[in-house]
């Protein structure tokens, strides 16, 4: 089965103490990852707020109006827009990109089922292969070895 997204980064950071709209969208979208230490401008950021107050208004945005409206290149928007594709944040209709759905809140959601399916199949895999190698299991509450 193939999912919607190739890489997603996950970064474990402490909220913001005050609420603070800015605050809040920059540690949101540091803990999915949209930070690296390349970006100094923090172009990914800048990006995903177009994208998502285009969200608001029903809008898809082309990778001239990304441009335009961020004061970035279309070499850079076109690069980050990748990244954001791959991590199933945003998705791409007619040479126009837009937020995979319509709030964050909803986008987690979505992302926390499609994580979800990943580690499914990852622990079917890992059964198989420590049945395979005969590698012990042990009960989780007694810590005891089961023995097949």
Known sequence: MIYEFRK??????????????NADLQWFSESLGLFSQRDKERSCFRIFVELVKSTRRKQLLSSDEL???TNLTRGTIIHHIT????SGLVTQYENK?????????TLI???QRDLGRVFEDLKDMAQELDDQLGLIK??????KVISD
């Open 8 to 21: 997603v980064t996950l970064i474990k950071t402490r909220k913001p103490q005050k609420k603070d709209l």
């Open 67 to 69: 441009a335009d409206r």
């Open 83 to 86: 990244h954001l594709i791959e």
């Open 97 to 105: 990109y837009m937020l995979r759905v319509e709030n964050l809140e």
């Open 109 to 111: 959601e979505e992302l």
């Open 138 to 143: 042990r009960d989780k509450k007694s810590s």
